[in-house]
């Protein structure tokens, strides 16, 4: 079996699906968006996991068009739960986008294009890159991040603390937003530096006028020091698991 060959024929078959998980803020309890995360489910072997496919996709150069199905997919289920809702709507969806799939595709391009397609605002839409996108090249980063805030998407940085951060340079990229890295969030109770370090980015973020997102929150406890801290939207087990569009969309609804 070859991943490759596999993934291949499902992306031009259209078995890939995202799923989506709430973020929900903190304040309020209220949900804020999704994120969306991609799943496989092979024929034979069952679900793979996007930890084992997005590295052969990258390998592969399959990343681009995976990519380009990714927030085209995103961009019209917001159009499609904006025609089924009554009313403004104001939910976002976050997408993320891998470090080589910046470096191979125009993903201004594919951005604009995606969002065309589906007719909504680019303020509707968050793209979640890591640090490792920025390592190489900082200065067309910065450009590649100005063009994508010219089209109004919101900017998160995902994995925060994992990488390299060169705070200066951070400073003057247009992030929304810093994805604090479930690795410190899930043990902070138990572990004082990881406690720490939480704290650090938080303030860091304050500091920069950028929000915040904790991922992997798994306890009321954890959530309810995090809203404490002044973190603004948490993302975890506690709150849902990713699940079906379908889901995510009943999720929608009982939460207006
Ligand atoms: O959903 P799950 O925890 O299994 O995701 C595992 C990893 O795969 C996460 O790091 C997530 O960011 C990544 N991932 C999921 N969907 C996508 C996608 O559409 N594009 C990229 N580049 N990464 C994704
Ligand atoms: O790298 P990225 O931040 O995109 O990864 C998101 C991944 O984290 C998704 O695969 C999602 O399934 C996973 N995830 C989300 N919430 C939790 C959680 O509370 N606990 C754990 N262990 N994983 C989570
Ligand atoms: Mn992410
Ligand atoms: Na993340």
Not at 146 to 161: Q, V, Y
Request: aromatic content about 8%.
């Amino acid at each position: 079996f070859s991943m490759e060959t596999d993934l291949r024929r499902a992306l031009q078959m259209g078995e890939l699906e995202l799923h989506y998980q709430p973020l929900v803020d903190l304040d309020t309890g209220l949900l804020s968006g999704f994120e969306a995360l991609a799943r496989w489910q092979h024929a034979d072997l069952g679900a793979i996991s996007p930890v084992d496919f997005i590295p052969v996709a990258e390998e592969s150069g399959l990343i681009v068009p995976l990519g380009r199905w990714a927030l085209e997919e995103a961009a019209k289920t917001i159009a499609l739960w904006d025609e089924r809702l009554p009313g403004q709507q104001d939910f976002r969806i976050s997408v993320n986008m891998s470090a080589v799939q910046i470096q191979r595709d125009d993903v201004v391009e594919a951005v604009s294009s995606a969002l065309r397609g589906a007719n909504i605002a680019g303020n509707r839409m968050t793209l979640e890159l890591t640090e490792s996108a920025f390592i190489n090249d900082p200065d067309g980063a910065k450009r590649l991040l100005d063009n994508l805030k010219s089209l109004d998407t919101n900017l998160a940085m995902d994995d925060f603390g994992t990488g390299y951060s060169n705070l200066a340079y951070l400073q003057q990229l247009p992030i929304d937003v810093l994805k604090i890295d479930r690795s410190f969030v899930s043990e902070m109770m138990v572990n004082k530096d990881k406690r720490a370090i939480v704290r650090t980015v938080l303030s860091l973020a304050r500091a920069l006028g950028m929000k915040t997102t904790a991922e992997g929150i798994e306890s009321s406890e954890i959530s309810e020091v995090l809203r404490r801290l002044g973190c603004s939207v948490g993302q975890g087990y506690y709150f849902a698991r990713p699940m079906t569009g379908d889901a995510a969309y009943a999720f929608l609804v009982a939460d207006k």
